[in-house]
């Protein structure tokens, strides 16, 4: 669960400004780096990012009232916000998942009915608990909607426009989980190695600007499917956009291994000096709490005091069980 409010996104920018602002020195891509480069940049570029208010995030407004409707979203909000999903999963190679008609109602039930009763930003959202059902919700909706809050949920504060990237992109960040510092469970919903679809939904507070949006993207038969993939890694193996990492960005290595322990991670600018190698701090072991999203072992840290520079490479080593590298670039070329 994410919440964002004006302050913070203040002091994003801030933090943002000064983390970004260090002497870059230019490294070559090789061939097949420079082509992977380009392929993420030309889908980057291709995405929508459109900003959207609560006159224009609907096709049709909830009705907060009997006879209750969860409304009907732009579609071209739903489709962008999908583009980036599925544009992330690529990044980590995993399929792209599908976005159904159905999973989609349920999704925006489970918006507009966190958005009825106001839901603070806090764990409780998760599946309504807590909340009463208003009278004019169907106990039927309301299961749904309890079912659907299960997935992720970003609280947006002050919500007067915002783009769906923004959204996913702050999920996948994973800066800010209200679940705790290294909490990485909404990044795990959208890189899930099970998962084959997800539906979008999102609606403004009754009577707040609270932009509540919601992922639904946990369903039973996906759960007991195998993983696609036995790992996934942040950041990406290969290459991988700067722009998704901050100094509060937690990395992370989840495997379908069970690791009990909490290994020691150490990580390597190859472009400045191959021999030094910078210890990774706040490393924690979510062990299987994962589980459901393909991972027996999702474990999370960071990066420590190597410096992050555009266009260089790094190597990462997660005690004895993972060794890869990675090369940044800039999504926007």
């Given at each position: 669960?994410?919440?964002?409010?004006?302050?913070?996104?203040?002091?994003?920018?801030?933090?943002?400004?000064?983390?970004?602002?260090?002497?870059?020195?230019?490294?070559?891509?090789?061939?097949?780096?420079?082509?992977?480069?380009?392929?993420?940049?030309?889908?980057?570029?291709?995405?929508?990012?459109?900003?959207?208010?609560?006159?224009?995030?609907?096709?049709?407004?909830?009705?907060?009232?009997?006879?209750?409707?969860?409304?009907?979203?732009?579609?071209?909000?739903?489709?962008?916000?999908?583009?980036?999903?599925?544009?992330?999963?690529?990044?980590?190679?995993?399929?792209?998942?599908?976005?159904?008609?159905?999973?989609?109602?349920?999704?925006?039930?489970?918006?507009?009915?966190?958005?009825?009763?106001?839901?603070?930003?806090?764990?409780?959202?998760?599946?309504?608990?807590?909340?009463?059902?208003?009278?004019?919700?169907?106990?039927?909706?309301?299961?749904?909607?309890?079912?659907?809050?299960?997935?992720?949920?970003?609280?947006?504060?002050?919500?007067?426009?915002?783009?769906?990237?923004?959204?996913?992109?702050?999920?996948?960040?994973?800066?800010?989980?209200?679940?705790?510092?290294?909490?990485?469970?909404?990044?795990?919903?959208?890189?899930?190695?099970?998962?084959?679809?997800?539906?979008?939904?999102?609606?403004?507070?009754?009577?707040?600007?609270?932009?509540?949006?919601?992922?639904?993207?946990?369903?039973?038969?996906?759960?007991?499917?195998?993983?696609?993939?036995?790992?996934?890694?942040?950041?990406?193996?290969?290459?991988?956009?700067?722009?998704?990492?901050?100094?509060?960005?937690?990395?992370?290595?989840?495997?379908?291994?069970?690791?009990?322990?909490?290994?020691?991670?150490?990580?390597?600018?190859?472009?400045?000096?191959?021999?030094?190698?910078?210890r990774a701090t706040q490393v924690r072991n979510f062990k299987t709490l994962f589980y459901g999203?393909?991972?027996?072992?999702?474990?999370?840290?960071?990066?420590?005091?190597?410096?992050?520079?555009?266009?260089?490479?790094?190597?990462?080593?997660?005690?004895?069980?993972?060794?890869?590298?990675?090369?940044?670039?800039?999504?926007?070329?």
């Amino acid at each position: 669960m994410k919440k964002h409010n004006l302050l913070v996104a203040i002091v994003a920018v801030v933090e943002c400004i000064a983390f970004t602002a260090q002497p870059v020195q230019a490294a070559k891509y090789s061939k097949s780096e420079a082509k992977q480069v380009k392929y993420f940049q030309r889908k980057y570029k291709n995405l929508d990012k459109a900003q959207y208010n609560r006159n224009s995030i609907y096709q049709q407004a909830p009705n907060f009232a009997n006879p209750f409707s969860p409304g009907v979203l732009n579609p071209a909000y739903i489709s962008t916000t999908m583009d980036y999903v599925n544009y992330y999963r690529d990044l980590v190679g995993l399929p792209s998942e599908a976005n159904p008609d159905d999973a989609n109602r349920s999704a925006q039930i489970g918006a507009a009915s966190l958005a009825a009763v106001n839901a603070s930003a806090s764990l409780q959202a998760h599946g309504l608990i807590n909340y009463l059902r208003p009278n004019y919700i169907s106990e039927n909706d309301w299961g749904i909607a309890e079912n659907a809050t299960l997935g992720n949920i970003n609280f947006l504060d002050d919500a007067h426009s915002a783009s769906a990237g923004e959204i996913v992109t702050d999920l996948m960040r994973e800066d800010n989980n209200i679940a705790g510092a290294g909490n990485i469970g909404h990044r795990a919903i959208i890189l899930s190695t099970r998962a084959t679809r997800m539906g979008i939904g999102a609606a403004y507070g009754m009577s707040t600007d609270m932009l509540y949006s919601v992922e639904y993207g946990l369903f039973a038969d996906d759960i007991l499917r195998a993983p696609v993939k036995s790992r996934i890694v942040y950041p990406a193996a290969k290459v991988f956009p700067y722009e998704l990492v901050g100094k509060d960005t937690p990395w992370s290595y989840s495997t379908t291994k069970r690791i009990s322990s909490k290994p020691k991670i150490y990580i390597t600018d190859l472009t400045k000096n191959k021999k030094k190698r910078y210890r990774a701090t706040q490393v924690r072991n979510f062990k299987t709490l994962f589980y459901g999203e393909g991972y027996a072992t999702t474990i999370t840290y960071r990066p420590g005091k190597v410096k992050l520079v555009n266009t260089h490479k790094y190597k990462v080593q997660i005690g004895k069980y993972y060794t890869y590298t990675f090369r940044f670039f800039r999504q926007k070329g």
